[in-house]
């Protein structure tokens, strides 16, 4: 119910957001639309820890913020070796290993992967993640456990909490 | 607040000018890179910070309201869809076999020779 309610929340900012006419006519076609969309996803039942992860909680922010910092930095990487004359790269798939135990751990942890410019998620197997890598330096096993064992422990907190 | 906006108008124009320029190396990256997996990591430049800084630069451009809002939103999705959408390309590309190159086996056509110039 907690979920429903957050969505609800949620889509009612979105709307909003979006709209800017804020008429009594106009608002309640937006109060109707969020209502008939969280119905419909009671219905679905699609509300669960994946749908609506609200288990993550703020450390989700806290992620997002050191997910920024790495991005940043593997940009650098990544624009210096594009930009180099003689382009030092030397592709390889690597396995990273995962150990994360639900799918939304793994997603996170995979999109993270990809986001950082260097290293593309290919393909997700069970405790291991198969990426390709453009330098020794992004294929680098131990940055990428740093990477796995923080989002293991955010997709914790639910546990926790 | 109308003595800060010539600063804040030139933070954003930095980061307006530094998102271009990470498009460029983006785009750059796309024409020089050996193969198709190579190409997502550019595409990754493109997609997080050439998209994010101007994206940053955008709203400064705006009093904060609705606008402001919105570039947070195209922000956000940008930042579930991309890392997604890549990650459907690139698995596409590994389950029909294409073979990623590297410094010792991808000796074919053009590649190479764009490394070793």
């Given at each position: 119910m907690i979920r429903a309610l957050a969505l609800g929340a949620a889509l009612a900012l979105l709307w909003l957001g979006l709209s800017g006419h804020y008429t009594p006519l106009i608002l309640s076609f937006g109060i109707l639309s969020v209502v008939f969309v969280v119905v419909i996803a009671l219905r679905m039942d699609i509300l669960d820890q994946e749908g609506m992860p609200l288990q993550l909680g703020a450390r989700f922010v806290l992620y997002w913020v050191w997910l920024g910092i790495e991005i940043v930095k593997s940009n650098l990487h990544a624009a210096r070796i594009i930009l180099s004359p003689s382009m030092p790269i030397n592709p390889q798939i690597v396995r990273f290993k995962s150990t994360q135990h639900t799918d939304l751990g793994q997603v996170i942890y995979a999109n993270s992967i990809t986001l950082t410019p260097g290293t593309t998620t290919i393909e997700i197997e069970d405790g291991h993640i198969l990426v390709h890598a453009l330098t020794d330096q992004t294929a680098d096993l131990d940055a990428a456990a740093v990477m796995d064992k923080r989002v293991t422990e955010l997709e914790r907190a639910k546990e926790a909490g | 607040m109308d003595?800060?906006?010539?600063?804040?108008?030139?933070?954003?124009?930095?980061?307006?000018?530094?998102?271009?320029?990470?498009?460029?190396?983006?785009?750059?990256?796309?024409?020089?890179?050996?193969?198709?997996?190579?190409?997502?990591?550019?595409?990754?430049?493109?997609?997080?910070?050439?998209?994010?800084?101007?994206?940053?630069?955008?709203?400064?451009?705006?009093?904060?309201?609705?606008?402001?809002?919105?570039?947070?939103?195209?922000?956000?999705?940008?930042?579930?869809?991309?890392p997604t959408s890549s990650y459907a390309v690139a698995h596409a590309a590994w389950v029909a076999g294409q073979k990623p190159w590297t410094n010792s086996n991808g000796n074919t056509k053009d590649a190479k020779e764009d490394v070793e110039s």
């Open positions: - | 003595a800060l906006l010539p600063i804040v108008n030139s933070i954003s124009w930095l980061f307006l000018a530094t998102g271009s320029i990470f498009l460029l190396i983006g785009g750059i990256g796309l024409l020089r890179l050996p193969d198709f997996y190579a190409r997502t990591h550019a595409a990754g430049v493109i997609d997080t910070l050439g998209t994010g800084l101007i994206l940053i630069g955008l709203m400064m451009q705006e009093e904060i309201g609705l606008n402001t809002f919105k570039l947070v939103l195209i922000g956000f999705f940008l930042f579930f869809t991309s």
